[in-house]
């Protein structure tokens, strides 16, 4: 069984800061992908990354791929209270998608 | 209506009930999924559906019982479920050669009473 492992579980902080959470496996991985989940809706994808050492940006939102593709971290800067919700880390394993344990994000004003 | 829709939104069901949850697609894609999210577990698999093809069942109790009409609608029919079968129902669908590329619709909150 692949597992993703998120951490930490559950993050706290004030509007302004700075966090970055991470999503660690055993497992190579041929992608990784991120997703959000607000309160009361479903996830919605974030961005993929596929080469290892991989950087991405989305606003401020920054994914980085392990070298090894094993892992990944999502850096977030300045954080408001609209980043708040569930941030899952996703792998393709045998045609089918399987999801991390989670990061549930709360950014207090 | 874009995206992917649910109904309903929220469901109470005694055991012995028998209720249908209803997922519609309008992305054009042609695979289709049920996840289950529970409270402390990540989001599990529950069903796939390739072309109306059911791919992949992972373990998932009889109780459960999914139908896809065509490739664009997805019913998880329940009966006789258990307390700890309460918990967020969501359906996605993506393109079958964009497993990764999943979208979500806003779930359906069952409560097993």
């Known amino acids: 069984t692949q597992l993703l492992e998120q951490s930490p579980q559950f993050l706290s902080i004030q509007e302004g800061e700075n966090l970055t959470v991470y999503c660690n496996s055993s497992?190579?991985?041929?992608?990784l992908q991120w997703y959000r989940q607000e309160p009361g809706e479903g996830p919605v994808l974030l961005v993929t990354?596929?080469?290892?050492?991989e950087v991405k940006k989305l606003k401020r939102l920054t994914f980085q791929f392990g070298d090894a593709r094993k892992d990944s971290s999502l850096h977030i800067t300045a954080a408001q209270p609209g980043d708040t919700g569930l941030y899952l880390c996703?792998?393709?394993?045998?045609?089918?998608?399987?999801f991390g344990t989670g990061t549930r994000l709360t950014v207090i004003p | 209506e874009t995206g992917v829709t649910q109904t309903p939104r929220h469901l109470v069901m005694g055991m012995t009930n028998k209720k249908s949850l209803k997922c519609e697609q309008h992305?054009?894609?042609?695979?289709m999924y049920w996840y289950k999210q529970s409270a402390k577990k990540p989001l599990e698999l529950m069903f796939v559906?390739?072309?109306?093809?059911?791919?992949e069942n992972n373990s998932v109790p009889s109780r459960f019982s999914p139908e896809c009409p065509n490739s664009s609608h997805l019913f998880l029919h329940l009966h006789t479920l258990q307390p700890e079968d309460s918990a967020l129902y969501l359906c996605?669908?993506?393109?079958?050669?964009?497993?990764?590329?999943?979208?979500f619709g806003p779930g359906t909150r069952l409560t097993v009473t």
């Open positions: 996605a669908s993506s393109l079958r050669d964009r497993v990764y590329e999943q979208y």
């Open positions: 497992s190579v991985f041929s992608s």
């Open positions: 990354v596929v080469t290892g050492g």
């Open positions: 996703a792998a393709t394993g045998a045609n089918n998608l399987f």
């Open positions: 992305l054009g894609h042609n695979a």
């Open positions: 559906y390739n072309f109306k093809e059911q791919t």
